[in-house]
């Protein structure tokens, strides 16, 4: 525990400088304060919810090889489901590489449309809009997320992808890639990348998701490839256009962890339209 706690506290030592030169630099949102609002709150989720999305991964991954393994023979003993887990298949006898590759397609895939069910799900909201509860949005908006929302969602994207037969070794750095992508495109900059906007999530894309604007509700779901959107009519990227306003309309979960936490349990809550 100690370890992760240091090496958490390196990261956002490195971090928290980086960001802070990019973002004075290439403003999304000209002169928002580096102690903005909700930053605390940030600040404790990064401590407490970080180690505990690797606790909640690893039970939802054992959920999910549980769930997909003994319905296709697998024995119910550790040395037989790692067995089962290192099976050989045509997935599995791919280069790692390729395997990342398609771990990032399919993986982004899945939560394209895990992340379209939360925002439509009125009993999932709650629990997505605690993320989207952020009113001043960088970098460290990204680690804001509710160990229900992340466990649902690593559970729907292992299932499918431990059926294929990909080598659970590939699976670490392609989630490594994901969780690290989520980090920059919160990030308060007004990159967008030019044409290349259609091919890779940017900040400007995702910020416009984070958006209370009317335009932008409901929109650029994906959180690495925009072909996802293009695809299925979500996509919403206006030319030399920044969003300005985030958040939610109307009832939003309380700042502070601890109240974050508790609130999907308290009842109905009101969702974006759409």
Known sequence: MIEVLVRLTLAFVVLLPVFALLERA???VPGQRRLR???????????????????????????AVLVVALPLGAPLSPDGL?????????????????????????????????????????????FHAVHHSSTDLDWLSS???????????????????????????????????????????HANLRWSFGPLRYIIATPVFHRW????????????????????????????????????RFGIRGDSPPDGLGRQLLYPFRGPTSRPAG
């Open 26 to 28: 290439f403003p999304g």
């Open 37 to 63: 609002r909700g930053f605390w709150t940030d600040v404790a989720y990064w401590f407490v919810s970080v180690p505990m999305s690797r606790v909640v991964a690893f039970a939802s991954a054992t959920v």
């Open 82 to 126: 790692i067995d089962w887990l290192n099976r050989d298949t045509a997935i599995s006898r791919q280069p790692a590489w390729a395997q990342v590759v398609e771990l990032l397609l399919l993986g982004d895939f899945i939560a394209y449309w895990m992340h379209r069910l939360f925002h439509r799900n009125s009993r999932l909201w709650p």
């Open 143 to 185: 680690v804001r997320v509710h160990p229900v929302n992340e466990a649902l969602t690593t559970f729907a994207q292992f299932l499918p992808l431990l059926a294929l037969g990909f080598r659970p070794g590939t699976l670490g750095p392609a989630a490594g890639i994901l969780v690290l992508y989520a980090v920059f495109i």
């Open 209 to 244: 998701h984070h958006t209370s604007q009317e335009e932008g509700l409901d929109k650029n779901f994906a959180g690495f490839l925009p072909l996802w959107d293009l695809l299925f009519g979500t996509f919403y990227l206006p030319s030399g256009s920044q969003p300005t």
